[in-house]
């Protein structure tokens, strides 16, 4: 049931763009978004929920293909900031468990 | 506010042994949730709570209890740890299950 997140490591160049998919095989109510810094707190960067509302950071851009089951995390002009691990949670049933992929490593360089 | 907080930092278990790992918020948020991360496994929910007086348990809640008295608290009490058991611990709260949730620092916990 735990999402399959791709890449699972991508390496960018300041200025790059790159795109983290979530992918499940069941139906998704809503995927959260989080990124994660060595040794720290996950930390919240957006909700795309069933139906088209969005919650999260403007600086941040999300898709959820609700059909295909699907949600992709845009990081356009990346900073060194970006770096981290990115987790998508799903919400595979209507209710209040997440279950969460295994992470996209992002590591930016100058 | 001082948000999400998580005692201790670290901690380190003989095997058999049992602990409670507290976790506070002020942020008055009715949904509370326990995680564990291990490399390559992501987060996975062990047990969660819509309010106080309600629990309910996630993907891997064996071994594991949980209480919630007040809104504020929602400790995790390991029953008899085991080396399977060793693991970074994260709370969470948030306003809502829909809303974005603020972690905790973190436990590091070794269970010998």
């Known amino acids: 049931q735990q999402p399959v997140q791709s890449p699972q490591a991508v390496i960018l160049r300041e200025g790059e763009d790159a795109v983290i998919n979530c992918s499940s095989s069941k139906a998704l109510y809503s995927v959260h978004w989080y990124r994660q810094k060595h040794g720290e707190a996950p930390v919240f960067l957006m909700i795309l929920l069933k139906g088209g509302e969005q919650k999260g950071h403007e600086k941040i851009s999300a898709s959820f293909n609700e059909k295909k089951q699907q949600s992709s995390l845009y990081l356009t002009a990346s900073q060194l900031s970006y770096s981290g691990t990115y987790f998508c949670g799903t919400e595979l049933g209507y209710g209040n468990k997440l279950v969460f992929g295994a992470g996209t490593i992002l590591r930016v360089k100058s | 506010n001082a948000g999400v907080t998580q005692t201790p930092k670290f901690q380190v278990l003989k095997t058999g042994q049992s602990m409670t790992l507290q976790c506070a918020q002020d942020?008055?948020?009715?949904?509370m949730s326990w995680y564990r991360q291990d490399p390559g496994m992501g987060l996975r929910l062990i047990h969660y709570s819509v309010g106080a007086g309600i629990t309910d348990q996630g993907e891997v809640p064996n071994g594991y209890n949980v209480s919630r008295s007040t809104t504020e608290d929602f400790p995790l009490r390991l029953l008899s740890a085991a080396p399977s058991q060793t693991s970074v611990y994260f709370c969470?709260?948030?306003?809502?299950?829909?809303?974005?949730?603020?972690f905790g620092p973190g436990t590091r916990l070794t269970v010998t």
């Open positions: 969470a709260s948030s306003s809502g299950f829909r809303g974005e949730q603020y």
């Open positions: 942020m008055n948020h009715e949904y």
